[in-house]
T-cell receptor
């Protein structure tokens, strides 16, 4: 199956800093999603982005499907951005969605 | 709009007990799935369904059963709980396979 690798595994920022999270995948994909898992464990959809660039407030994402990677940008980080960010891909003939191991982000005040 | 609803939120089982984790969605989604999340790991697919009456195995199906008698509901059954099944379980739905997925709030299961 498709392998999904996220980097960095852990990231500590000062409030107001910017960051880039990366997701690499091993094969062609039909879609890609970014999720934020908040400290209460809830998974929140951030972007559904099989290709191209999307922006939502301080967050934006870019997927370059031909080069098999996606980037999540967080600008002017806030303490509420803390949590784990997951990339998940769906590809090929399989009906399953494969998750990366996540990037744990801690934003300090 | 409730979205995806999972019950219970927390459960403690003894080894060998059985139970059913409930999942319901009100978005008329055809595709539903169950994942488990273990510490430090991403989510792994247990079982999925592409529509009522159709289910299939995911990456880690052993020890779990599912059925899909209606579009709305997709219960996950643990037939004989084992400590290795201690995990957080998430149910998800989407309009069809590969489209934007929405997750329930999770069920934290502990098997002692």
């Amino acid at each position: 199956g498709i392998q999904v690798e996220q980097s960095p595994p852990d990231l500590i920022l000062q409030e107001g800093a910017n960051s880039t999270l990366r997701c690499n995948f091993s094969d062609s994909v039909n879609n890609l999603q970014w999720f934020h898992q908040n400290p209460w464990g809830q998974l929140i959809n951030l972007f559904y982005i099989p290709s191209g660039t999307k922006q939502n407030g301080r967050l934006s994402a870019t997927t370059v499907a031909t080069e098999r990677y996606s980037l999540l940008y967080i600008s002017s980080s806030q303490t509420t951005d803390s949590g784990v960010y997951f990339c998940a891909v769906h590809g090929g003939s399989n009906n399953d969605m494969r998750f990366g191991a996540g990037t744990r982000l801690t934003v300090k005040p | 709009n409730a979205g995806v609803t999972q019950t219970p939120k927390f459960q403690v089982l003894k080894t060998g007990q059985s139970m059913t984790l409930q999942c319901a969605q009100d978005m008329n989604h055809e595709y539903m799935s169950w994942y488990r999340q273990d510490p430090g790991m991403g989510l792994r697919l247990i079982h999925y369904s592409v529509g009522a009456g159709i289910t299939d195995q995911g990456e880690v199906p052993n020890g779990y059963n599912v059925s899909r008698s209606t579009t709305e509901d997709f219960p996950l059954r643990l037939l004989s709980a084992a400590p290795s099944q201690t995990s957080v379980y998430f149910c998800a739905s989407s309009y069809s396979a590969g489209l934007e997925a929405f997750f329930g709030q999770g069920t934290r299961l502990t098997v002692v």
